[in-house]
């Protein structure tokens, strides 16, 4: 079971950081990531990061967003900073293991002045 949080209403050029956490054994073996979905948009991937640790990045918030996890606490977290208004979307976070994917239920980021 995975929980997000860290969601808000934030101005373009402001910063958030995302937390997602996992319940369960299998979290320091999994590969984890954030996905996003803009209303009338379909879902897409913004940050993967593996149980090793490595990451990558969609182009659009390369150099902006950092994705990293502590694997004692089973959290992964995403620090997202000069938050453009494209950013808006609802932010989930997915657990990949052996085949099998979780998602969390989601957290409203809306970049607004």
């Known amino acids: 079971q995975l929980q997000a949080s860290g969601g808000g209403l934030v101005q373009p050029g402001g910063s958030l950081r995302l937390s997602c956490a996992a319940s369960g054994s299998i979290f320091s073996a999994a590969t984890m990531a954030w996905h996003r979905q803009a209303s009338g948009k379909q879902r897409e991937w913004v940050a993967i990061?593996?149980?090793?640790?490595?990451?990558i990045y969609a182009d659009s918030v390369k150099g902006r967003f950092t994705i990293s996890r502590d694997n004692a606490k089973s959290m992964v977290y995403l620090q997202m900073n000069s938050l453009k208004p494209e950013d808006t979307a609802v932010y989930y976070c997915k657990l990949v293991r052996s085949g099998a994917i979780a998602w969390g239920q989601g957290t409203q980021v809306t970049v607004s002045s």
């Open positions: 990061i593996s149980s090793g640790g490595s990451a």
